[in-house]
């Protein structure tokens, strides 16, 4: 297992998965992992669906056919266009980094570009997905969000940690009423965001580049 620098500095969003699952065992010892991640009066305000084989199949079916017909159905708005500033920057050089220098799709090939919004909407090719889902407590969203996302991070450095990788998915949010119906999943859960797991594929070109992130000194300010 790696030391946790090397874990945290070298975790990176996959966007090209190998189709061998892991084992139970191995997607047990990583909510394990996760379960242990901080949360408000230790309340532990997640529920966490994972998904594999024939049930994945069936929702990725149920995600091609909604993106298709261009229903949406998250609980949460996102609109990225609201981001201004050195924000708006980040999201940008995101896309074109990953248009460009991941996949290797020109800016004029618009047409191209779809292949990117397919890979997105099946995660990637990943064998597992794991849908994260918080209860709806009034006037609490921001709180428990923030619970999801400690656990979402120790999930994702579980997976560096022990050799596997997956990418957070905002994206599948949309389709949350497909995924409470597929799963049995009562209305009062709301959907915050996927992720998709697995094997990384190394030999990927989407795989390779890593944008990197901003200097400390642009996020953080240390008083004495």
Known sequence: MLDFETTVRTRQSIRKFLPTPMTEAEIQQVLADAQNAPSACNTQPWLVHVVSGETLQRLLKRFKDSFAAGRNTADFEFNQAKYLGDYEKRWRNQYEHVFTTSYGIPREDK?????????????Y???????????????????????LGMYSQTFLLSLTARGFGGIPQLALAMFADDVREELGILSDYKLLHAISFGHPDWDAMQNKHHLGRVPVEESAVLHW
């Open 111 to 123: 047409a191209g570009r779809q292949v990117v919004y397919d890979d997105n909407i099946i995660g």
């Open 125 to 147: 090719g990943a064998p597992h997905m794991a849908f994260l889902f918080m209860p709806t407590v009034d006037n609490h969203d921001v709180n428990i969000a923030s619970d």
